[in-house]
């Protein structure tokens, strides 16, 4: 049992991570975010009465830059331990199922 829990803890403290999966993950999570953030951008333009949302169109901009940033860092540097990395993707990916929900979920504006 106490050579299970070390390796286990070893896998979870690990800061080897190959290049190609690193570059890959990386860019998978760019179009993903990119996605999420265009669509909104693509409904606030094409969608009539949505000019009371502007301050969102804004705030997007903003969560896309830092959602950038943080990528960009993972992509970066290579001593961020396993556990931690996919720790930042997994809330990478459940903000953006939140942040898109709560944006396809307002409604045109009321003249």
């Given at each position: 049992?106490?050579?299970?829990?070390?390796e286990?803890?070893?896998k979870?403290?690990?800061?080897?991570?190959?290049r190609?999966r690193?570059?890959l993950?990386c860019a998978?999570?760019v179009l993903v975010?990119?996605?999420?953030?265009?669509?909104?951008w693509?409904?606030?333009?094409t969608t009539?009465d949505?000019?009371c949302?502007?301050?969102?169109l804004y705030f997007?901009?903003?969560?896309?830059?830092?959602q950038?940033v943080v990528?960009?860092?993972?992509?970066?540097?290579?001593n961020?331990?396993?556990f931690?990395?996919d720790?930042?993707?997994?809330q990478?990916?459940?903000?953006?199922?939140?942040f898109?929900?709560f944006?396809?979920?307002l409604?045109?504006c009321?003249?």
């Amino acid at each position: 049992m106490p050579k299970n829990l070390t390796e286990a803890k070893d896998k979870l403290l690990s800061t080897e991570y190959p290049r190609w999966r690193n570059f890959l993950s990386c860019a998978i999570l760019v179009l993903v975010v990119t996605g999420a953030v265009s669509a909104w951008w693509y409904v606030y333009y094409t969608t009539p009465d949505t000019e009371c949302h502007k301050g969102f169109l804004y705030f997007s901009v903003i969560w896309l830059a830092v959602q950038w940033v943080v990528i960009g860092y993972l992509y970066r540097y290579q001593n961020i331990p396993a556990f931690a990395r996919d720790a930042i993707k997994l809330q990478i990916l459940l903000g953006n199922i939140w942040f898109g929900l709560f944006l396809f979920s307002l409604q045109p504006c009321a003249q």
